[in-house]
């Protein structure tokens, strides 16, 4: 069954109460991941094979929708013919940090790592839309401090 996602955030659904406790992301799952979280809409590049799209799909870091902006299931993702474009998911861009990333994004959010704005590891951060600059400051933006509550929430120790 479809659902409308067309008044939600860029990223569909918003991130998940709890991330998804499955595999981590492969070296080219990760690639394909940090591209779609970078791209100014999520789009995962259409050089993806098929099965990484399934793969994706299957742990929740993908997803697409149909014409009117009605977020299909995954079977229904599979089988849409229409020209939609797979979309990363809040899991998905979790899903594309590297360890020390997540350890970056937590520490920015409690406030243990000072990140200057200039510094390559926030920039990278920037464009993935986790963290913002703001007055010579890093701050993490409202999706990022949402990914970190709900790795803490679902006991992710950043190690995934």
């Known amino acids: 069954m479809s659902s409308n996602t067309s008044g939600a955030s860029a990223d569909g659904i918003g991130p998940s109460a ?4 499955g595999r981590g992301a492969t070296v080219r799952e990760r690639q394909y991941l940090t591209r779609a ?6 789009h995962v590049p259409v050089q993806a094979s098929a099965r990484l799209i399934e793969a ?19 079977e229904e993702a599979l089988a849409f013919c229409g020209r939609t474009a797979w979309k990363i998911t809040p899991d998905g861009r979790w899903a594309a940090l590297g360890i020390r ?13 000072l990140l200057a704005p200039d510094d390559v590891r926030a920039k990278a951060l920037v464009e993935m839309h986790l963290v913002k600059t703001i007055g010579g400051a890093v ?12 790795a803490e929430a679902s006991g992710d120790d950043c190690q995934r």
């Open 139 to 150: 701050e993490l933006t409202v999706l990022g401090d949402e990914l970190v509550s709900a």
């Open 56 to 74: 994706m799909l299957a742990e929740e870091w993908i997803y697409r929708e149909d014409g009117d902006g009605f977020r299909l299931e995954p």
């Open 18 to 21: 709890a991330l998804r406790s």
């Open 101 to 113: 990333q997540r350890v970056l994004v937590t520490g920015v959010r409690t406030g243990s790592l």
């Open 37 to 42: 979280a970078r791209h100014p809409e999520g």
